[in-house]
C-alpha cells in the first residue's frame, strides 16, 4: 500500500510538471505571435493601383469630379477581384477579339466598343434574365429591326459576326443621335427612348451629368474597367502565355441555298460531327435548317475534322 502511494504521488508530481511546461511554451508563443509583424502571419491585402485619368473611344472621363472617381473606383476593384472571371475572359478575347475588332473597324465604330462586348456577355452567348440574347445581348423585338433573322430553326442573335454588325448599326444611329459615344454607349444598356427622355428630363446629354437606373449609372464604368485591366494585364497580375489563351476557330464556310433537313447527316457527309456543327454555328437552333425562299445561310465547318 506504502509503495502504490509513493508511486501516485510520483505520477502526479510528473503530470503538474508537464502541464506547466507546456502552458510555459504555450504562452511564450502567444506573446511571440502577439510581436510578430502581420504580414509574418497573414497574406497582406493591398488595394491596386487605380489610374486617374481615362477616356473612352477617344472621350475624356471627368474623373476630378468625386462622385465620377467614386464610381470608377467602386466597379474598378469589384471586377479586379474576380480573378477566375477575368482570366477567363482573356483566354476568350484571344479568339474573338479578332472578328469584333475586324468588324469594328470596318464600320468606323471605335476599337473601345469591344470592351462594351465584354460588358454586355463576358464574351459568351449568354440569355439574360430580361431573355436578351448572344454576344450583344439583343431582344428578341429589337433584333429583326437590324437584320438578325429569329425563327424556329434560326437565331441570328448567337451569329457572333452577324450581331456584331447589327451593334455596329445601333451604335452609329446612337452617336448621330446624341453626339457622343459614350452617351451611344449608355444607351446600348438602357435604350435609346430612354437615354432620350432623361436627357430631355435633366436638359443634358452628357452621360456623367445624368441620373440614370442604376444598371446604367455604372455601365460606362465596367466598360471601363475591362478597358483598363485588358490593356494592362500584366500590370496587374493576369498573366497569361499565349499557348494557354483560345484561339479563332480554323474553319470553311458552306454557302446553305437550300433547307437541310437532317442536320446530323449533313454534319457526317461534312466528315464532322451534330455536335461540332452546332459549336461553330449556334445560331442553328435546330435539327433542320429550313431555308425559305431567296434566303441563304453560311454555314462554318471545321477545316480539320476529328
Given at each position: 500500500?506504502k509503495?502504490n502511494a509513493?508511486?501516485k504521488?510520483?505520477v502526479s508530481?510528473i ?12 504562452n511564450?508563443l502567444?506573446?511571440?505571435a ?6 509574418e502571419?497573414m497574406m497582406?491585402?493591398?488595394m491596386?493601383?487605380?489610374?486617374v ?7 475624356r472621363?471627368?474623373l ?5 472617381k467614386?464610381?470608377?473606383?467602386r ?6 477581384s474576380?480573378t477566375?472571371t477575368v482570366f ?7 479568339r ?9 473597324k ?5 476599337d473601345?466598343?469591344k470592351?462594351l462586348?465584354i460588358?454586355?456577355s463576358?464574351l459568351?452567348n449568354l440569355i439574360?434574365k430580361?431573355k436578351a440574347?448572344?454576344?450583344w ?11 438578325l433573322e ?7 442573335r448567337y451569329?457572333v459576326?452577324?450581331s ?5 448599326r445601333?451604335?452609329k444611329q ?5 453626339g457622343?459615344w459614350?452617351a451611344?454607349a449608355?444607351s ?17 446629354k452628357?452621360?456623367?451629368?445624368l441620373d440614370?437606373r442604376?444598371?446604367?449609372n ?6 471601363l474597367t475591362?478597358k483598363?485591366?485588358?490593356e494592362n ?6 498573366s497569361?502565355?499565349?499557348e494557354?489563351t483560345y484561339?479563332p476557330f480554323?474553319?470553311?464556310?458552306i ?6 433537313p437532317d442536320?446530323a ?5 461534312n466528315?464532322?460531327t451534330?455536335?461540332m456543327?452546332?459549336?461553330l454555328n449556334?445560331?442553328?437552333?435546330g435539327r433542320?435548317l429550313?431555308v425559305k425562299?431567296?434566303r441563304e445561310?453560311d454555314?462554318?465547318?471545321p477545316?480539320?475534322?476529328?
Open positions: 500500500m509503495q509513493t508511486t504521488k510520483t508530481t503530470v503538474i510538471f508537464i502541464t506547466v511546461a507546456l502552458s510555459s511554451i504555450v511564450k502567444s506573446a511571440q502577439n510581436t510578430e509583424p502581420a504580414s502571419n497582406a491585402l493591398r491596386p493601383v487605380v489610374p485619368q481615362m477616356n473612352f473611344a477617344g472621350e472621363v471627368p476630378e469630379r468625386w462622385e465620377i467614386e464610381q470608377w473606383e466597379e474598378f476593384l469589384l471586377i479586379h474576380e477566375g477567363y475572359i482573356i483566354k476568350l478575347a484571344s474573338w477579339f479578332p472578328l469584333i475588332e475586324e468588324r469594328l470596318a464600320n468606323d465604330i471605335p473601345d466598343f470592351y462586348c460588358a454586355e463576358n459568351q439574360s430580361s440574347v448572344g454576344f445581348q439583343f431582344m428578341s423585338y429589337t433584333a429583326p429591326g437590324y437584320n429569329i425563327n424556329k430553326d434560326v437565331d441570328e451569329n459576326l452577324k456584331t454588325e447589327a451593334a455596329c445601333y451604335l446612337a452617336y448621330q443621335k446624341f457622343s459614350t451611344a449608355a446600348y444598356n438602357c435604350g435609346q427612348g430612354a437615354y432620350s427622355s432623361h436627357a430631355a428630363f435633366q436638359r443634358t452628357n452621360y456623367y451629368d440614370i442604376d444598371e446604367t455604372k455601365y460606362i464604368f465596367r466598360i475591362f483598363h485591366l485588358m494585364k500584366e500590370k496587374y497580375g493576369y497569361i502565355e499565349r494557354n484561339q480554323a474553319t470553311k464556310t454557302r446553305v441555298t437550300s433547307s437541310i442536320l447527316r449533313f454534319a457526317l457527309s466528315a464532322t451534330y455536335k456543327l452546332r459549336i449556334p445560331w442553328i437552333r433542320s429550313i425562299g431567296g445561310y454555314v462554318l465547318l477545316v480539320e475534322s476529328k
